[in-house]
Nanobody, 119 residues
């Protein structure tokens, strides 16, 4: 059974930094795209950043230049370094990965981690 587990959320002041981590575990053959999404209260879930297996990255306009996504393929992990945090970054952040098992290739989600930016 494949699982994604996030960690690293918390409360931070505006202008501060946080680093989110997400670990993939279970039986699988490979991980393709890994991504971070977020969902603020009353809003739809939105893509924050994604990284391909070869390391190509894409960012939402709202976080480009402040957030950095990276991955460690040997550890099956993806990270999101968040700097210069703003009040509007407050949301539940979800890890997502497209993972290939012997049965299929599908998208998996973590349980989410709360990030609150507040003074």
């Amino acid at each position: 059974q494949v699982q994604l587990v996030e960690s690293g959320g918390g409360l931070v002041q505006p202008g501060g930094s946080l680093r989110l981590s997400c670990a993939a575990s279970g039986r699988f053959i490979s991980i393709n795209v890994m991504a971070w999404y977020r969902q603020a209260p009353g809003k739809e879930r939105e893509l924050v950043a994604l990284i391909t297996g070869s390391g190509s990255t894409t960012y939402a306009d709202s976080v480009r230049g402040r957030f950095t996504i990276s991955r460690d393929n040997a550890k099956n992990m993806v990270y999101l370094q968040m700097n210069s945090l703003k009040l509007e970054d407050t949301a539940v952040y979800y890890c997502n990965a497209n993972i290939r098992t012997i049965y299929s290739s599908q998208s998996y989600w973590g349980q989410g981690t709360q990030v609150t930016v507040s003074s």
